[in-house]
């Protein structure tokens, strides 16, 4: 027979043909066929499944242990149900009667069942829902695990530990103190619990760690959990924070630099909140600080050298020494560039020269410069570049308010859009300038502490609205190019370049409905100066003035009696 599991079946007469037996296994089973007389009447009271029995062992086989329970027949019990210390022939043991009569016809009996049955009885005897028990871990099973407390219990999965798990098989096989949560008799279950005790363990030693721990003292911590702020670490019972900015005199990004999940780290305590439970960590402090007597060791102006550790959108970190590091700003790394990313000037691991400019001791900073190394060319701007000065210059810019020129590497100029030209209405300053063109600009103001040089091209020329009255007397007939149409008027440019406007109401004396009905762009036309306003930048004319023939002292009255009634209205 090859295991517990076989299925026997026999009459008092024949053996069924599927099993081979061998001679020793053979006699057993005649004897255990019986005489098929009727069980009497206290043998039949007693055999009630479930009821335990005390049982002798008369014989042994390969595969099965023989008992005699003192009922009909003998009982069978497969060998992997003992203990081997257990088999011994006369041997007394307790069995199980789990059948009166099996498929074969004698009784069936269980070491196993017997047990457990006997194990439930104490349990309930001696056990309460919160009594401690000690179990092994014996497989997985949905939702938890399986213990053998000498019958099974439930272990949940929200029960095994107190802190997450990462593998819930690294449970089985072991030894484990549970405490019992749930005692189902009806159902024959019990549920326990591991994580139960450990937090009570836990609570215990926090209280009894919160009562010893000060100020002060070194203490063995065990990473747990690591966050962008800093790290918490088990303290045998308590939880610590080690924050960020304590871990070292060094500037980090993440405490994942320094340390991992399940390090062993001493550290020192800072401050113990009893009250609240919390202590507050501390892994620098075990150094000396190299901040105290930073101001000696490097006074403002000092030249220094070190390596840079790290670039960040507003400039670049370099230590020049261990646990010192400054920052070199974007502002301070070139006279001649507008740095906008520190890449453009260092690299990371860079070994460069700095000047110490300022120092935060309190805050633990450091502001270098690394311009300050070569001379400032705004120094002598002013002496360079003198108001009134003719310069040549490259446009190197534009924006919707000017075009900024570079006078020499590091200096520029701005030539406002005001300042492009006397005579034209400029709205960007494309019209006029292109980036890359060689331009000639006058200096019209130097501010050296800001850093700015206004220039103008429209004073290279004298300034036409100063004499305007004599070169365009009103009443005088002009040539000029239609340059724009709107629905108030048309824009001409003169031959001398300046721009007047031809009103519509003076662009003839015939009914039209719109401009374009009587000129349009590049069209040369002729027309009459009916009105010059030097303050304000303009010149009226009138198509309909020069065609009707109108003399000069009829447009002199005109304008008078204009000003006058705008006068009046005012």
Request: net charge negative.
């Amino acid at each position: 027979m090859s295991n517990n599991q076989t299925q026997y079946s026999w009459s008092s007469s024949k053996v069924i043909d599927d099993i081979e037996f061998d001679e020793k296994d053979a006699e057993l089973f005649k004897k255990l066929i019986g005489s098929g007389e009727p069980e009497d009447e206290a043998e039949g009271a007693s055999m009630i499944p479930g009821n335990i029995f005390t049982g002798e062992i008369v014989e042994v086989t390969k595969d099965f242990v023989v008992v005699d329970v003192g009922l009909k027949s003998e009982g069978l019990i497969p060998a992997s149900e003992f203990d081997p210390s257990e088999i011994q022939l006369g041997e007394k043991i307790e069995v199980f009667l789990d059948q009166t009569e099996g498929s074969d016809g004698q009784i069936v009996l269980s070491r196993e069942k017997a047990r457990r049955q006997r194990q439930w009885q104490h349990i309930l005897q001696n056990c309460v829902e919160g009594s401690i028990v000690r179990g092994k871990v014996t497989r997985k099973v949905k939702g938890g695990l399986m213990v053998d407390m000498g019958m099974e219990a439930f272990l949940p999965g929200s029960q095994i530990d107190n802190k997450r798990i990462k593998n819930i098989d690294e449970f089985i096989g072991g030894e484990y103190d549970f405490v019992i949560l749930k005692i189902n008799e009806e159902r024959k279950n019990i549920v326990v619990s591991r994580r139960e005790l450990l937090e009570k363990e836990r609570i215990s030693k926090k209280a009894e760690l919160l009562e010893t721990i000060n100020e002060g003292d070194l203490r063995i911590g065990v990473v747990k959990n690591i966050t962008d702020f800093g790290v918490f670490l088990d303290l045998d019972g308590v939880d610590g924070l080690l924050h960020i900015t304590d871990m070292t005199w060094k500037r980090i990004k993440h405490p994942s630099e320094m340390v991992q999940v399940g390090d062993e780290v001493e550290v020192t305590i800072l401050n113990v909140d009893r009250d609240k439970g919390r202590v507050a960590l501390g892994l620098k402090q075990k150094e000396n600080n190299p901040w105290e007597e930073i101001e000696e060791r490097f006074p403002i102006g000092t030249h220094v050298k070190g390596k840079i550790v790290s670039l960040v959108p507003y400039g670049a970190f370099i230590e020049i020494e261990p646990g010192i590091e400054g920052l070199i700003h974007v502002s301070e790394m070139s006279w001649v560039k507008n740095v906008t990313d520190p890449a453009e000037v260092v690299q990371k691991g860079d070994e460069v020269e700095a000047i110490v400019l300022s120092i935060q001791k309190e805050e633990g900073r450091i502001s270098l410069g690394i311009k300050q190394l070569e001379k400032n060319p705004w120094e002598d701007v002013e002496a360079k570049y003198t108001q009134g000065k003719v310069v040549k210059a490259q446009v190197r810019s534009l924006t919707n308010y000017g075009a900024f020129v570079e006078l020499e590497p590091g200096i520029d100029g701005l030539i406002h859009i005001s300042d492009m030209s006397w005579t034209k209405k400029i709205s960007h300053p494309s019209e006029v300038f292109q980036k890359g063109d060689e331009v000639e600009a006058v200096v019209i103001s130097v501010d050296r502490e800001s850093q700015k040089i206004t220039l103008s091209v429209k004073q290279l020329a004298d300034n036409p609205w100063e004499n305007i009255d004599k070169v365009l007397p009103v009443g005088s007939e002009v040539k000029a190019k239609v340059t724009k149409t709107t629905a108030f008027g048309a824009y001409v440019e003169l031959e001398n370049g300046m721009d007047g406007l031809i009103h519509v109401t003076e662009l003839s004396d015939k009914p039209f409905n719109k401009v374009e009905d009587v000129v349009n762009i590049g069209d040369e036309v002729t027309a009459r100066v009916i009105e010059v306003d030097p303050e304000h930048k303009k010149i009226s004319l009138s198509i309909k003035s020069q065609l009707a023939g109108v003399d000069d002292d009829e447009i002199v009255v005109a304008k008078k009696k204009k000003a006058s009634k705008k006068k009046t209205d005012e």
